[in-house]
């Protein structure tokens, strides 16, 4: 079951990496089109705040597909020279810091989203987009990453409790080790 998961997860999570990818593909070509009407003598104008945007979108939902990836920096100068079960317990607590942090992070982007929702806050430039507008998808992200970091802790935690923390591996485990293993 918890193996079940965490390939519904990364399923889940290069589909949302799919979809980030086309709108980076998008924003580079739209400000690529700016650049070259600007050699022309005219502008879209704002693809400095739109560029802004589609990064903090493409950070938010992209950590999420980095966690199932195992793409996040790690030292692992002890658990490298570890039995697989302490391994195990010390990417157990890497990713329950890692969903703690995340968690945090979600509770407390929250207050800036409904902040912009109750105010109807704009930017401060010349587009005035709706902020939440941009911080909604963002938030959403960040929620995202939380809810996929919680679940495949929880799987990870239901492997080790039932003696399988060797299967832990390929979804907690670090990448460079990943090569080691197969």
Not at 8 to 33: K, S
Not at 90 to 111: E, G, L, R
Not at 162 to 169: L, V
């Amino acid at each position: 079951m918890e193996l079940k998961l965490i390939e519904g997860l990364r399923t889940l999570n290069r589909g949302v990496a799919i979809l980030v990818g086309l709108g980076l593909l998008g924003c580079a070509g739209f400000v690529l089109l700016d650049i070259i009407l600007r050699q022309v003598g005219t502008s879209f104008g704002g693809t400095e705040e739109i560029a802004g945007y589609a990064m903090a979108l493409a950070t938010s939902w992209g950590m999420s597909f980095t966690l199932v990836e195992l793409g996040h920096v790690r030292i692992d100068l002890l658990r490298s020279r570890s039995n697989s079960f302490v391994r195990s317990l010390f990417d157990i607590f890497s990713m329950i810091v890692v969903s703690a942090t995340v968690i945090f992070i979600a509770i407390k982007a929250w207050p800036v989203v409904a902040r912009s929702l109750a105010n109807g806050s704009r930017a401060n430039t010349p587009l005035e987009t709706p902020l939440a507008w941009v911080q909604l998808p963002w938030f959403a992200g960040w929620v995202w990453f939380a809810t996929v970091s919680s679940l495949i802790t929880l799987a990870a935690l239901s492997l080790i409790v039932k003696r399988r923390h060797a299967e832990t591996e390929g979804f907690i485990g670090a990448f460079a080790e990943q090569d080691m293993l197969q």
